[in-house]
């Protein structure tokens, strides 16, 4: 621990001549190195500690500047290391900051009482006139704030969760701020009753009130200018510039908000980002993107969403206030000018297009289009399988993950496949099955859940559902058969099984998470027990993600016994390569689909304004120009390679098992 000395009388003298004062010179202590120098046009008040300032700092265009502190007013402050202060035109009061930090022309930074920077802070996602009310704090996850989010049919576990995060809060509040060490906090407003992490950079600034910035090496914050953000919690990564507005936000890791973004009461998860447009009492899980102009989103859970410009949504129906709410299920898409009014529920991977009034619940059919034609809902299930945005969405996510930080706080699923969404499939072909039985083969338009499907439209989501199932469970199968290696037939039925019942029954997504619902309700259960800490909550959620691919199989073993109508350790050669040719033929299929949907970028349509003031010859030439041929687009080779390599690994685990 630094040895601190008093100053000596000699020291005291310089620093009179170079024009600082002290309401009492005994107040301030200093550490061995420390030298007035560098220190002018300061005022002291109460306690305050002093280190030694070595280190020039080196500028923009090659200017330098030597750490010291120079023209500010400094009330029970810590100040460490090397540190630069300069032009506090109001005072800094109540900070302890770490080495190294640069601080210059900032109206106020000051710790006012207690406070508990921005944890325990109730945010009203959802429901704007409150009841889903949840308390942020430092480590807030994403399946954490589901379940505190949409669990309130368990009010024991809620009150427990609720009553862990305010005592956490309670642990660090403090009538002290803390500024971390290489924090660089320039030409800002007021900063108050904040805490500031290690390597945070805070430029221009307008003011920050109630918070916790938790800023890293590895992953540092970026504040930028014009920025206000009060009763905030921002996680290692984020960047918040031009102007954005926070108010009553969890803002989590590697999320970007700028161009003059408004968030309210929301909460949001890895890597979202928002500009232009605003959010309102939302629960923004990972990858939820909203870049345009005129979006609104309110009310509303959603994650993996595109949203596209001027999307839009409806919580008030101007009867008993803004109480109404909507899912968006994980990798849906709203085009432009669409919207939805709540309540309404969307499914998995659903393409939004156009005006929804009819309150549609599509959650049992996946990967579809929602459309809008002459004011009626209609839905076209399915159809998203086939879809290249679907398939480039899922490929890109893990490559946009901004988080540096060592330490996720969320643990994200990017399986577009799994049997969260294949349960879902199972009943779809149930629900389109069954429509079929009570409308009729001969019915051209079904109606479901205030939608409208085309006969045409149903046949084909069947034939759909089916080709992923036979997909996912083929990745399944073959997964264990190449991890166990068998050396014979018999190692392999003996291999094949299961040892736990772990991942049986339904599936869900806890933002990001997918995990069987059966684990998620043991760990309530404990919750609501009150056996748990906060740190053990977040470890067995972590659990579940490390677990998924053990649990996918239990899932997918008893669904390939049902598809065989037998246990899996009898099943015969013949049965398990037949299996594998419908695998391979699953695969090829929708690969072939992607192929032709890709095509129609390429078409005559797709060529207009492409070649101006020429003729036909020389549009093309200038559309490859731009484009590029179809052959030679890099997701077309893609898919093209990947039919070759997965119709290569069926034949090799074919062989595999013939061998046996």
Request: charged residues 20%; aromatic residues 10%; proline residues 3%.
């Amino acid at each position: 621990m630094e040895n601190y000395r008093n100053l000596t009388e000699k020291e005291i003298a310089t620093l009179v001549v170079y024009g600082c004062t002290a309401d009492d010179w005994k107040n301030i202590t200093v550490s061995s190195g420390f030298s007035p120098q560098y220190v002018s046009n300061v005022h002291f008040s109460g306690t305050i500690k002093l280190g030694k300032f070595n280190k020039v700092f080196e500028m923009d265009g090659g200017f330098r500047k030597h750490s010291g502190l120079f023209n500010c007013c400094l009330h029970n402050c810590i100040i460490g290391d090397d540190v630069f202060i300069e032009n506090i035109h109001n005072y800094m009061a109540n900070y302890d900051v770490g080495n190294g930090t640069y601080i210059e022309n900032t109206n106020l930074i000051v710790v006012d009482g207690q406070s508990t920077f921005g944890n325990g802070v109730r945010v009203p996602v959802m429901n704007e006139t409150g009841g889903r009310e949840v308390p942020i704090y430092d480590y807030l996850s994403a399946p954490l704030a589901y379940i505190l989010t949409l669990y309130r049919h368990r009010p024991a576990m809620i009150e427990n969760m609720q009553r862990m995060i305010d005592n956490y809060a309670e642990s660090i509040r403090s009538n002290r701020g803390k500024i971390g060490e290489n924090v660089e906090i320039i030409n800002c407003g007021r900063i108050k009753n904040v805490r500031i992490g290690d390597f945070s950079s805070i430029k221009g600034v307008s003011n920050l009130k109630n918070g916790s910035i938790n800023s890293t090496a590895k992953a540092p914050v970026q504040l930028g200018s014009g920025v206000k953000c009060t009763d905030f919690i921002l996680c290692s990564g984020v960047t918040i510039t031009d102007s954005t507005l926070v108010s009553t936000c969890f803002i989590g890791q590697g999320c970007i908000m700028d161009k003059h973004y408004s968030a309210l009461d929301s909460l949001f998860f890895s890597n979202c980002q928002g500009m232009h447009g605003e959010a309102t009492a939302i629960f923004a899980g990972p990858y939820t993107v909203s870049h345009h102009k005129s979006s609104l989103l309110i009310a509303g859970m959603f994650s993996f969403l595109n949203a596209g410009s001027g999307s839009n949504q409806s919580n008030h129906m101007y009867k008993l206030g803004p109480i109404h709410q909507g899912i968006v299920e994980r990798g849906s898409k709203t085009t432009s000018d669409s919207y939805l009014l709540w309540p309404a529920k969307i499914g998995t991977f659903t393409l939004v297009m156009g005006r929804h009034t009819s309150h549609s619940d599509t959650t049992d059919l996946p990967f579809s289009y929602l459309i809008e034609n002459a004011t009626q809902s209609f839905l076209v299930p399915g159809v998203n399988l086939r879809s290249v945005g679907t398939i480039r969405d899922a490929q890109k996510w893990p490559k946009r993950d901004n988080r540096k930080d060592e330490v996720k706080l969320d643990p994200i699923n990017f399986n577009l496949l799994s049997p969260y969404t294949i349960q879902k499939m199972y009943k779809g072909i149930e629900v389109l099955e069954n429509l079929k039985k009570i409308s009729g083969e001969t019915t051209e338009i079904f109606t479901y859940q205030n939608c409208k499907i085309k006969h045409s439209s149903l046949e084909k989501g069947i034939k759909l559902y089916h080709t992923a199932i036979y997909k996912f469970l083929g990745n399944s199968l073959i997964s264990r058969i190449q991890k166990e290696n068998p050396a014979s037939l018999k190692e392999l039925q003996q291999s094949l099984p299961s040892n736990d019942k772990n991942g049986l029954g339904d599936w869900i997504d806890l933002s990001g998470l997918i995990a069987p619902k059966q684990i998620v309700e043991i760990l309530l259960t404990d919750i609501e027990n009150n056996t748990l800490t906060l740190s053990d909550i977040r470890n067995r959620l972590e659990e579940m993600h490390r677990e998924y691919y053990n649990y996918e199989w239990t899932w997918a073993q008893q669904k390939l016994e049902d598809y065989w109508g037998k246990p899996i350790q009898t099943v015969s050669k013949d049965e398990l390569t037949a299996f594998i040719d419908l695998w391979k033929e699953a695969v090829v299929n929708l690969d072939k689909l992607l192929y032709e949907d890709a095509k129609k970028e390429f078409n005559l349509s797709s060529k207009i304004g492409f070649g101006v003031d020429g003729d036909e010859e020389q549009k093309h030439k200038d559309f490859e120009n731009v484009r590029g041929t179809f052959e030679k687009n890099p997701f077309v080779q893609e898919v093209l390679h990947h039919i070759e390599l997965k119709t290569a690994l069926g034949n090799t685990v074919i062989e595999q098992i013939n061998r046996l």
